[in-house]
């Protein structure tokens, strides 16, 4: 069974940049699509953005400018950048696995906090 | 705001019908997909391409999707079922889309 593992700092200051890390056991990443999703605490869930198996990404309109999607696949790793966080991007940050445009995402990871503070 | 409108709680005595509403211009000839998360979890696909269960989703959960408006349909509702719920599409764009989520009390 595919599992998917977040790693990555968990507290950051202003301005710093998040940088995680999602590993993925027991399958190919390639083939799939792969989404970075978070949820601030007491929220619901924001998309932030996807890398498609063609190597497209596609990135939530308010976060373009400081979001980067990228896949090692020869570690079977995808990596989340985003530059110059504030507290406002506190949150639990889950990788996600889906099928294809129009289908669900299907594999989640457990899911990582990171927080913002000075 | 969100693009998906859902209802903020959804209550439902255990044994009976619980159904929850996804509505919004974006599910019109979109799939809708919905996620159970309960609290401490990470949440799980339940229903995807409006209607189909992944396997090892009970059947009593359902999905629909007519028009603008998603519904998901949990028929003989148990305590285990006490989650929020996400409904989720896609837009033009191949972004993707969440509601704003529904909590789902079993009473």
């Known amino acids: 069974q595919v599992q998917l593992q977040e790693s990555g700092p968990g507290l950051l200051k202003p301005s710093e940049t998040l940088s995680l890390t999602c590993t993925v056991s027991?399958?190919?990443?390639?083939?799939?699509?792969w989404s970075w999703i978070r949820q601030p605490p007491g929220k619901g869930l924001e998309w932030i953005g996807s890398?498609?198996?063609?190597?497209?990404?596609n990135y939530r309109p308010s976060l373009k400018s400081r979001v980067t999607i990228s896949a090692d696949r020869s570690k079977n790793q995808f990596s989340l950048k985003l530059s110059s966080v504030s507290p406002p991007d506190t949150a639990v940050y889950y990788c996600?696995?889906?099928?294809?445009?129009?289908?669900?995402?299907?594999?989640w990871g457990q899911g990582t906090t990171v927080t913002v503070s000075s | 705001s969100h693009d998906l409108t859902q209802p903020p709680s959804v209550s439902v005595s255990p044994g009976q019908t619980a159904s929850i509403t996804c509505s919004g211009d974006?599910?019109?000839?979109?799939?809708a997909s919905w996620y159970q998360q309960r609290p401490g979890q990470s949440p799980m696909l339940v229903i995807y391409?409006?209607?189909q269960r992944p396997s090892g989703i009970p059947e009593r959960f359902s999905g629909s999707n007519s028009g603008n408006r998603a519904t998901l349909t949990i028929s003989g509702t148990q305590a285990m079922d006490e989650a929020d719920y996400y409904c989720?599409?896609?837009?033009?764009?191949?972004?993707?889309?969440f509601g704003g989520g529904t909590k789902l009390t079993v009473l």
């Open positions: 996600v696995r889906g099928q294809g445009v129009n289908y669900g995402l299907d594999v």
């Open positions: 027991n399958g190919s990443i390639s083939g799939y699509f």
């Open positions: 890398m498609y198996y063609s190597g497209l990404t």
């Open positions: 974006k599910l019109a000839s979109k799939y």
């Open positions: 391409q409006d209607d």
């Open positions: 989720q599409t896609w837009d033009s764009s191949v972004s993707v889309i």
